[in-house]
């Protein structure tokens, strides 16, 4: 009898307790309350604000852009004398905006909000979470969630991991736990005593040896003893068991993109969380809006649907919108005459000229030749008007016949790619066909005259100058080698020269290895660009170095930027120096440049930074009188924004 007393009277606080969280649900959807974003009373952010005092009466004294002196002072004017009069203000805790101004810096943006929770949201029994959403361009992000958790709900999440993990304990793993050990032995014992003769035996049995012997299988015999129906229900209870963590476990802990879990043990008061995000900005990136959503959770049921909060607006400042994007050029002179060069080895047979294809690697240098003729031919903007071909020797035999014989080969390859080149070009003739005028008389469609190309034979008949530098160069000789070699050069006629190096240990390297290097044919190529009549003129043309890093700080990434800007040290450069932190290194290049409002401008924030507020005040008002959009711009970045507030700038532009 008292033990069903006591349940009664459990039962019946359980249900006084439910309904009282039942009716504060009701009270929450009547009420329609929600969380709400508000902004920090002291924003952390990437750049150190101003010190300024809790009450503030400044006054600064500066030169207008006439050179005028002005007295800057935060005031306001007396409604009855009309005079203005200093005006003392008061720091509120708690910023009420519902927009802030944040700066970039070196391409990234903190964001910095509080989540606060009032008193009746909050219950021992609840868990509420909070899913804050950013919208940034088109895009919405979700970010990482906060849970408060309430203490009976919390203890609740326990007792549910608790109950599961005794579930989990009474899942059997050791499998002869089922087999019914005591009758299975008896039963061998009173049957078969000779199979329980093996009970101390410590020999192996196979399964086909304990068949043969008793015409049953040791498994058919332990699964004839072996409780079938715990079996089935163990087995049942590990199918079951994602299905019994869901019945035990109503409200699992949440571990991934999780900012917060926090216990809360009373209700008493708001709570308040500091949320700090990371972003980096991108191209267009204006603004970003935060909002809040969330419900409110007692185990596995939602009780309450938190309404979306108002959205909270932070505007980006970026110095990458200061960047001068006017497109910079390069003064280039050109040439009507242009001169190519192109080497070829060609393999010719001991004492020949005869350029034959099947030597060596002929054929391919042979064709690469080719290939650069045919397209200087069918060139659009040049016209071929000579080409030189100068042949080298090795320097093995008389300085005499290598001579004649470089001079013999020279001409050879002349002659051979002349023709060539009159076979192409006739072909190229023919490819372009014929048309019909309307006299009826046919003609030549695109052909244009094609100017006889001269040939112009040289002959270097021992190339000494390649081979030392081929000596120089060799991994394979040593340096004693390379220092006989130096010896013997000094010789100045190149036949006892070279007679002397045959009794050198290097010389059978020289000759098969570095002698054939040497034996190579030369082309110059002489070109003037059609239609061009003077020899020389001057033009400019992009300067793609500099633009790339113009497109490198709108695009934020600024130590790219500075790479490629740093050796013109202008304007842009100062920018991407901003951009870094570098104060310094763009304070000395802006301080340089004339003051035009943008650089007026950047000169105030760089002042401001440096904490010269009166350099930063001036220069700013000069930005201002030269160009009123920064009246605005100015609250966009934050050590502008803060002179303002401080020195109550702007109010006469503002207010007309």
Known sequence: MRRSLILAGCLAVGLAVSCAT???????????????????????????????????QDSLVVHDFMGHEVIIMNAVRDEESGEMVANETLQAARVTARFRNVAERHGRV????????????????????????????????DLDDILITGKDYRKAQLRGYQHYERFLRSIVTDSTRFIDRHQLEVFIQRNIPALYAFRRDTSVVTDGEFASVYGVTERQAIDYYTYGL???????????????F???????????????DTLIVNEAGEFVYNY???????PRLRKVDIRLLGEVCEQDKVVYTVPESDPLTFYISSLSAFVDGRERYLDQIISRRVDLQDEARLLFGVGEDAVREE?????????????????????????????????????????????????????????????????YADSVDRAQGVRMDLDGTLADPESRERPEIHFSSYAVPE?????????????????????????????????????????????????????????????AFRLHRRNMLQDTIRTTVLDTTYMAGVQAIRDR?????????????????????????????????????????????MLALLYARQGDERSAVECYLHACAQNSAFVHRGNLDPEISALIRKYGLNRESEAI
């Open 246 to 260: 869901r019945k035990y476990v109503k409200a699992p802990f949440q571990t991934g993109h999780l900012r917060l």
């Open 110 to 141: 903190d964001l910095e909000f509080q989540v606060i929770v009032p008193a009746a949201m909050q219950d021992s029994r609840w868990q509420v979470r909070f899913h804050p959403r950013m919208e940034i361009l088109e895009d919405t992000v």
């Open 463 to 523: 190339n000494w100058e390649q081979l030392d530098r081929l000596v120089d160069a060799d991994e394979h000789m040593s340096t004693e080698q390379k220092q006989v070699y130096q010896k013997r050069r000094q010789e100045t006629d190149p036949d006892r020269r070279e007679t002397a190096m045959r009794a050198d240990d290097y010389y059978p390297y020289l000759s098969k290895e570095l002698y054939p290097r040497l034996r190579t044919v030369v082309f």
């Open 276 to 282: 700090v995000q990371t972003i980096a900005t991108r």
């Open 359 to 423: 030597l060596g690697d002929n054929l391919r240098e042979i064709g690469r030749i080719r290939a650069t003729l045919a397209s200087l031919l069918e060139n659009q903007e040049f016209d071929l008007d000579s080409i030189v071909v100068t042949a080298h020797a090795s320097p093995e035999g008389s300085w005499r016949s290598n001579g004649e014989l470089s001079q013999r080969r020279s001409r050879s390859v002349g002659r051979y790619f002349a023709a060539f080149m009159k076979r």
């Open 22 to 56: 039942s009716r504060k649900a009701e009270q929450l959807q009547e009420q329609q309350l929600t969380a709400s974003l508000a902004l920090p009373a002291h924003y952390s952010t990437s750049f150190q604000e101003l010190d300024m005092p809790r009450f503030e």
């Open 557 to 601: 990434d600024y130590k790219q930027a500075l790479t490629l800007l740093r050796p013109y040290a202008d304007y842009n450069t100062a920018i991407a120096y901003c951009c870094l932190d570098y104060n310094a290194s763009a304070l000395a290049i802006l301080e340089k440049l004339d003051r035009n409002a943008e650089v007026n401008y």
């Open 230 to 244: 715990l079996v089935r229900r163990n087995e049942r209870k590990i199918r079951d068991k994602d299905k019994m």
